[in-house]
Nanobody, 122 residues
Framework: AQLVESGGGLVQTGGSLRLSCATS????????IGWFRQAPGKERELVAA????????HYTDSVKGRFTISKDGAKFTVFLQMNSLKPEDTAIYYC????????????????WGQGTQVTVSS
């Protein structure tokens, strides 16, 4: 499964970015899609996930109320809208997919994109 992220960049504290993850039709319809991030010296963490149907979601506590994950079935694309960004959101963000029933656990993701850098300046 091919996953291609875009939309990263440099933004000031309080700003917004929208990340996109372009997938194939098969991946989009059959996989749980997650957004992970990894900051220097830290473990990779699952930020948000969305079910195959698009009606089940998971967010890590630190982004609840600020980030929104969504799907566009016409484009086979998954988005991560990030608002009220903070310097601690700075990381490489990865899109990943797993062909399993819905689960918000961070394991079993088999397919990964190349990552996109998000930098939030203070």
């Amino acid at each position: 499964a091919q996953l291609v992220e875009s939309g990263g960049g440099l933004v000031q504290t309080g700003g917004s970015l929208r990340l996109s993850c372009a997938t194939s039709e098969r991946t989009f319809n059959n996989c749980v899609i997650g957004w992970f991030r990894q900051a220097p010296g830290k473990e990779r963490e699952l930020v948000a996930a969305i079910s195959q149907s698009g009606n089940l979601f998971h967010y890590t506590d630190s982004v609840k109320g600020r980030f929104t994950i969504s799907k566009d079935g016409a484009k086979f694309t998954v988005f991560l809208q990030m608002n009220s960004l903070k310097p601690e959101d700075t990381a490489i963000y990865y899109c990943a997919a797993k062909m399993t029933p819905w689960s918000y656990y961070r394991d079993n993701y088999s397919y990964w994109g190349q990552g996109t850098q998000v930098t939030v300046s203070s």
